[in-house]
């Protein structure tokens, strides 16, 4: 099996601009997570998916960031517009319900 | 408020050094205590699933227990290469697949 699969893997833009993390979970998974990591507040949830349907969204920061599941094999986790402040590290990991979560290798987004 | 707290945050030990990791919580109520490795520029990697006070699992050099409280990741004769962030994080009851992340512990081992 491929692993979660995270694309790009790299990102730098300029304040202002719209931003979108791409996430293919791994194939049989029916839970999707996107995760945010930085030095000060290590490893955050921000919204995760059951069956395609977002379950909890309470650590998305605010209305700039915007996720989504059209179906099982893609997510999407949008910023727009984007700050200085979102520059991190987003992870995707996907599970069968209730079991380990699969991290991808991450996007080191930075906005300047 | 769910808490999860890892102690020490960094640690520095000689290979063949064995030492524990502790990972203590303060939550409502707890479904299963799950162990993660990562790597510098990586995504963390899946160690062991904990579920019940009592409980042990192995894997390799590591050793991961389990108390009402807090779970300990022992780490038996260590090598260069088990130097990594260790995660511990916790999956509530009820509360679907979520999982609440302590900050990690920073392991160096040195030959």
């Known amino acids: 099996d491929a692993g979660v699969i995270q694309s790009p893997r790299h990102e730098v833009t300029e304040m202002g601009q719209e931003v979108t993390l791409r996430c293919k979970p791994i194939?049989?998974?029916?839970?999707l997570f996107w995760y945010r990591q930085t030095m000060m507040r290590g490893l955050e949830l921000l919204i995760y998916?059951?069956?395609?349907?977002?379950?909890?969204d309470s650590g998305m920061p605010e209305d700039r960031f915007s996720a989504k599941m059209p179906n099982a094999s893609f997510s999407t986790l949008k910023i727009q517009p984007s700050e200085p402040r979102d520059s991190a590290v987003y992870f995707c990991?996907?599970?069968?319900?209730?079991?380990?979560?699969?991290f991808g290798p991450g996007t080191r987004l930075t906005v300047t | 408020e769910d808490q999860v707290t890892q102690s020490p945050e960094a640690l520095r030990l000689q290979e063949g050094e064995s030492s524990s990791l502790n990972c203590s919580y303060t939550?409502?109520?707890?479904?299963?205590l799950f162990w993660y490795r990562q790597d510098p520029g990586k995504g963390p990697e899946f160690l062991f699933t904990?579920?019940?006070a009592g409980e042990e699992k192995e894997k390799e050099r590591l050793k991961a227990t389990l108390t009402k409280k807090e779970s300990f990741l022992h780490i038996t004769a260590p090598k260069p290469e088990d130097s990594a962030t260790y995660l511990c994080?916790?999956?509530?009851?009820?509360?679907?697949?979520?999982?609440?992340f302590g900050a990690g512990t920073r392991l160096a081992v040195h030959p």
């Open positions: 990991a996907s599970s069968i319900q209730g079991d380990e979560q699969y």
């Open positions: 994080a916790v999956q509530l009851r009820g509360g679907y697949n979520k999982l609440i």
């Open positions: 194939s049989g998974h029916n839970s």
């Open positions: 904990l579920y019940s």
């Open positions: 998916f059951n069956n395609n349907v977002p379950i909890d």
């Open positions: 939550v409502s109520g707890l479904r299963g």
